[in-house]
């Protein structure tokens, strides 16, 4: 009798503990249930960020601009500068470097004295050119005699015809002299009055900025041989390569907007001022000139490389920044932000969008859903809203 009240007892105890881990299980099961349901009504309510938490994680919002992307023409070049404003400083007679005055990258003006050179012929020359002005001294007298002879008529014809032709012989023979000091740098008149030179200046043939320098103190060089280069970049312009394909598109007049590859992608403004008529080689490309808008006296040097859109048409499209657009799961998004009226927080909602034409850091974008005209986006840390919608930031 005792054995099965002890039975009894057992199996009533089992099942009160079956029924309450079943109730503990339910109870479970229901607040993760409530858990999740929360969850997914604050996803499709949105992000609620404030101020501070913006500034801390980089967001910045800003509109859905108007770009003209999708009129253009795609075009890379290079910056370059007119052949009148790029000069080669040369020497006219060779001789050994005495000095240099100048530094690359130092602004210079036209005619300013770059360097000096000694030359033992230009002590010669000058002889020369003193002797030569002396005997035109002698012929001058004697051709005014005969033609003081000649009008009173007691000259003969023959006498002055002879003077006259030494006179105009010497005269020129005196101004080559004379032409070759003054392309020397050196002034007839003051070797006249007794000062002989063993060395001329070599000065600059345009106001610019001082290139590359190839030659030293104390080296020889060759006549016609160019010692450095002087660059007026206050000219500088745009070469660019359009191909056959585009070429009917392109015409002057039409504005460029120029991204520098290697600085910072940074943009600058231009129009279009002449098309070549003739390919490049085997390339099929074509060279346009592009004049550039530099108010701003930034920084170019010829040579850097440009990536270039030509504006063909007056067609405005809906563009964004490419870091306000997110990719997932085969979609592509941007987060609209909007003001709580309670607590003045920032509230962002995820839209999706289909995008088209990208070019210089912008890409054109149809929302599936109409958004109002003056809507504000999400242009910088989309990429931080769409991890923290999907719980990663969130869990973080």
């Known amino acids: 009798m005792k054995y099965l009240t002890y039975r009894v007892y057992i199996n009533v105890l089992l099942i009160a503990g079956t029924l309450l881990a079943s109730c503990s299980g339910g109870s479970e099961k229901a607040g993760k249930k409530e858990k999740d349901t929360t ?26 601009e108007q770009k003209n992307l999708d009129a253009v023409v795609r075009a890379n070049g290079q910056l370059a500068v007119p052949p009148q404003n790029k000069a080669d400083v040369s020497i006219l007679s060779g001789g050994i470097i005495s000095n240099i005055d100048v530094l690359e990258g130092q602004q210079v003006h036209k005619g300013q004295v ?38 009173a008529g007691a000259g003969t014809g023959k006498s002055f015809q002879a003077s006259e032709a030494t006179y105009n012989a010497e005269h020129s023979r005196l101004t080559a002299y004379e032409s070759q000091l003054q392309q020397l740098g050196v002034s007839p008149g003051r070797i006249s009055n007794g000062h002989i030179v063993s060395q001329f200046p070599v000065t600059s043939p345009i106001s610019g900025t001082v290139g590359s320098i190839t030659a030293n103190i104390g080296a020889y060089v060759q006549p016609g041989t160019s010692i450095m280069e002087v660059v007026d970049n206050s000219k500088i312009h745009c070469d660019l390569t359009v191909f056959e394909k585009d070429l ?27 098309v070549n008529k003739s390919f490049e080689n085997e390339s099929k490309g074509v060279i346009v000139h592009a004049v550039i808008n530099n108010k701003q006296h930034q920084n170019l040097i010829p040579g850097m490389y440009v990536t270039a859109l030509i504006s063909t048409g007056s067609k405005l499209t809906a563009a964004v920044p490419v870091d306000a657009v997110i990719r997932s799961e085969g979609k592509q998004y941007i987060f609209v932000s909007s003001m709580h ?6 509230i962002f909602t995820k839209m999706e969008v289909t995008t088209g ?4 850091g912008y890409i054109q974008v149809t929302p599936l859903t109409a958004l109002p005209t003056n809507v504000q986006i999400a242009t910088k840390g989309a990429f931080y809203l769409q991890s923290k919608a999907a719980g990663g930031a969130g869990e973080e």
């Open 248 to 274: 009917m598109l392109v015409k002057v007049g039409q504005k460029v907007s120029f991204q520098l590859t290697n600085q910072d992608n940074e943009i600058i403004t231009g129009v279009i001022n002449g």
């Open 357 to 360: 034409v990208s070019e210089l």
């Open 39 to 64: 969850k997914t009504e604050n996803k499709e309510s949105g992000l609620e960020l404030s101020a501070e938490q913006m500034r801390s994680v980089g967001i910045v919002t800003g509109p859905i």
């Open 114 to 151: 770059l360097a000096t050179i000694k030359n033992q012929d230009l002590i010669k020359l000058q002889q020369d050119y003193l002797a030569a002005k002396n005997n035109f001294t002698y012929v001058q007298a004697e051709y005014d005699r005969q033609s003081q002879l000649k009008a």
């Open 341 to 346: 009226n309670k607590n003045g927080k920032t």
